[in-house]
């Protein structure tokens, strides 16, 4: 089952129009790196499945403004 893992995520973002880039990672069975939505303003995902492991971790990162940050702690 782990080892079909990286076809079928692969597949299935394919499938969905989703651009798929691979990333070096000694540390993962695969990385990919997804946009989603595929449009040059999509965000873009990590999508890993690290060795000795069997899970899938799907992260993002996202920018907050300083503007953004006063919000929050003021509504904290």
């Given at each position: 089952?782990?080892?079909?893992?990286?076809v079928?995520?692969?597949?299935?973002?394919?499938?969905?129009?989703?651009?798929?880039?691979?990333?070096?990672?000694?540390?993962?069975?695969?990385?990919?790196?997804?946009?989603?939505?595929?449009?040059?303003?999509?965000?873009?995902?990590?999508?890993?499945?690290?060795?000795?492991?069997?899970?899938?971790?799907?992260?993002?990162?996202?920018?907050?403004?300083?503007?953004?940050?006063?919000?929050?702690?003021?509504?904290?």
């Amino acid at each position: 089952m782990v080892d079909d893992i990286e076809v079928r995520v692969r597949g299935w973002l394919t499938d969905e129009g989703i651009e798929v880039r691979d990333r070096p990672d000694p540390r993962a069975r695969f990385h990919l790196l997804v946009r989603y939505p595929p449009t040059p303003h999509g965000h873009v995902f990590n999508v890993v499945s690290p060795k000795q492991r069997s899970l899938l971790v799907i992260s993002s990162v996202t920018q907050v403004d300083a503007g953004q940050q006063e919000e929050m702690e003021r509504n904290s």
